[in-house]
């Protein structure tokens, strides 16, 4: 049963990790896509196309840096333009930086926060607002766990995630009259590149910190993002989800 | 429909006012000129010109009188 059939989807940072499996998933549950990505690719164009034609379902890559709202506000011009709609936005996009608290400098943090919750915010105003004419619509946010149990060395990355999961609270009280959900996913250690960035010793330690001992795969966030858009989960809003093994 | 027309349809939509009250009509004049209803509005505005409003010029949008010097930065010529 494809849970998606028909519906758009705009994902942000869909070139690679959990943003890719996220196109996979929502390819394969019959979701359109508007594929993000910050600068162009012929190679993953090219992989587009074919989970497109796989799945028999549309697939747009767009590109712009997720800083620069010019730039995004020309995208989602395109998208209106098109006359095309957006039923589901997941934010996904983001960097983490890892240092100590007492060595993150100024622009670090700046950094942190621009790319993983100013520029959510700001995508997030304009396709509400297009949402909001259809009175429906699906927000999903990927914060992390560390947003909610912190981390050492990671303290601008899990703030900058707190933020994400405090504004989709917020918004989801906002726009929950106008039939739009908000959710948000917060994944634990999850097998990408990002996750390779840490510290072997770390990552050996927290993943024997999870109750079923071992990393997620960027699949079981994505499958997660597919529950909390399908209508299976039409009485859900303002949640976060942990997709982290059990972290403990 | 006439730009002018459209636009005044937006207004008399929402907020259920005679034409004639339009063009001294402010933010905060009638009870449906809340946030919500400015929100309502500039959705409504939108979607009549198919534009989409800066954030700077959807907080700038304080009455009918703005909201037309607004719409000009976005070539719409009423």
Sequence with gaps: MRLLDGKNVFITGASKGIGWALAQAFAENGANIFAHSRSEDSQWQEALECLAKKNGVTIWPCYFDMTDYAAMKKALNSIKANNSSVDILINNAGVMTNALFQMTTDEMLRQQFEVNFFSIFMLTQYISRLMTKKNSGSIINISSVVAIEGSAGQSAYSAAKAAVIAFSKSIAAELGEKNIRVNCIAPGIIDTTLLHSLPVQRLEKTKNKTLLKRYGLPAEVASTAVFLASELAAYITGQVIRVDGGLK | ?78
């Design chain 2, 1 to 78: 429909m006439e730009s002018i027309a459209l636009y005044n349809k937006a207004f008399l939509d929402i907020f259920m006012l005679a034409e004639k009250d339009l063009v001294t009509l402010k933010y905060h004049d009638v009870p449906e000129w809340d946030s919500v209803g400015h929100m309502m509005l500039i959705t409504a505005i939108e979607e009549a010109f198919d534009i989409m409003f800066d954030t700077e010029d959807i907080i700038g949008f304080s009455s009918w009188a703005k909201g037309k010097l607004i719409l000009a930065k976005y070539d719409v010529v009423l």
